[in-house]
């Protein structure tokens, strides 16, 4: 039996370790619904209510619409590479980028009972080259003919895996963006059947659309992407999570779980499985990935800790040839690097940390976070400092930072270093 093989038994051994307690909403309560994760990272949209007025969302209104305005400058500094003969290219230039505008309105209307309609659409403005650009996150309709069965049908983000920044449990969600960053809203085109019995959740997804354009909607050459059956389990001190799946013509599988050693002290762990997993010039069969995590949330600070290791990587044989193609281009190439280089999991084996200071003095917020590789101590860095000038207004400064050895596995990145200032407003 190989290590990708044992992750599973180890995730839910990790989850089981320990006295401890069952997941809870965000304010402490116990959770109401299992439709969507409570206790672990946001889904996105607010979750199915007991009834679709009253108790959820929309507390006894029928309609409830939340938004965001934001204006703000964002300055990158151009990453500046060695050319093929090892000598520096010209110094990268700081561009600068004002006004960047941002727009975010979301809500869910309960014209009665067992139905609820909600949406989320986000625009944005960039100063520097003038494009506007609006995106729909999530629209669409929940019914609920009787107490056990929910039926959804639009663009939803349904996420359960307690990863912080990458699910490899999650095939229909993967991805959460850095911690720090706006938060990650956009969900999938699906239809969902989900019934709900006392402390299990059982989904069944249909998803229809496996393109969209920029502005998220479907696009004309979509095809049908797959479908996958999820069982959501709360159990006296954890939760565990098991999903099967047919999606992009491929056979995905994926476990997670998460338990409480304390009140504010949980371990987790997640583990993946594809039948195909195409990387750059690669093609994967029968790979595997798996995260264990662990985190500490008090009343004024957070902690998070996790190790991923994601087997489609590129090994080092693969990540050596890959950096001595790039160095060494043919002659009528140019050495652009293609947009799957610019991610941060490149290779295999990384560490995640963040720590978060909350609302210091009642006025700040301080968030980093770091992303390190294991293989070549390549690190990317993110931080985050917030104003919390009034209820409604927020003033952040952002600043990312990218190692930038030439043998490290950023060799590729677009930028050396990026920034930002914003003001957002909440309403």
């Known amino acids: 039996m190989n290590h990708l093989q044992l992750m599973p038994i180890l995730t839910i051994a990790i989850a089981l370790t320990g006295p401890g307690r069952s997941l809870r909403a965000d304010d402490g309560s116990p959770a109401e619904e299992l439709s969507e994760v409570t206790g672990l990272e946001d889904t996105g949209i607010a979750g199915e ?6 108790q959820g969302v929309n507390s006894g209104r029928p309609c409830a619409f939340r938004g965001k305005l934001g204006l703000g400058s964002s300055w990158t500094k151009a990453a500046s590479n060695k050319n093929q003969g090892g000598q520096q290219d010209q110094e990268g230039q700081v561009e600068t ?38 995106h729909l996150n999530q629209a669409g309709v929940r019914l609920r003919p009787v107490d056990s069965l929910v039926v959804a049908f639009g663009k939803e983000r349904n996420r359960r895996a307690p990863g912080l ?9 993967s991805a959460q ?16 059947l989900s019934w709900q019995e006392s402390g299990q959740t059982t989904d069944l997804f249909l998803l229809p659309v496996d393109a969209t354009i920029e502005n998220g909607m479907p696009a004309k050459d979509r095809k049908h992407r797959g479908s996958a059956v999820r069982v959501f389990r709360q159990f006296s001190n954890f939760d565990l999570s098991l999903a099967i799946g047919d999606l992009d013509e491929t056979k995905k599988a994926g476990i997670s779980s998460q338990g409480f050693l304390t009140g504010s002290w949980r371990v987790y762990g997640e583990a993946g499985y594809s039948e195909e997993s195409p990387f750059l010039r690669y093609a994967r069969r029968h790979s595997g990935s798996y995260l264990i995590g662990t985190g500490y949330d008090a009343t004024k600070y957070s902690v998070r800790l996790e190790y991923y290791e994601n087997s489609a990587g590129l090994s080092k044989a693969e990540f050596d040839a890959l ?34 200071l909350i609302e210091v003095f009642d006025r700040f917020n301080l968030t980093e976070t ?26 952040g400064a952002t600043l990312k930072n990218f190692d930038k050895r030439e043998d490290g596995q950023f060799f590729a990145r677009h930028s050396d270093w990026e920034a930002s200032l ?3 407003w909440s309403f």
């Open 97 to 134: 980028s004002f006004p960047d505008l941002y727009a975010n309105l979301s809500g869910d209307c309960a014209p009665s009972d067992w139905t609820q309609i909600f949406g989320d659409v986000t625009g944005n403005y960039l100063g520097q080259d003038k494009k506007r650009t609006a």
């Open 323 to 356: 950096l001595f193609a790039f160095s060494h281009p043919m002659p009528g190439r140019g050495t652009q690097a293609p947009e799957a280089l610019a991610g941060p999991f490149l290779r295999q084996k990384y560490v995640i940390a963040n720590f978060n």
């Open 177 to 192: 963006n850095l911690p720090g960053t706006e938060e990650q809203k956009t969900g999938e085109w699906l239809a969902r």
């Open 422 to 424: 914003d003001w957002k």
């Open 165 to 173: 920044i990458v699910s490899p449990s999650d095939f229909i969600h």
């Open 370 to 395: 770091l992303i390190a590789g294991t293989e070549d101590s390549s690190w990317l860095a993110l931080s985050r400092f917030e104003w919390l000038v009034n209820p409604r207004n927020v003033a």
């Open 49 to 54: 209510p007991g009834k679709m007025t009253g």
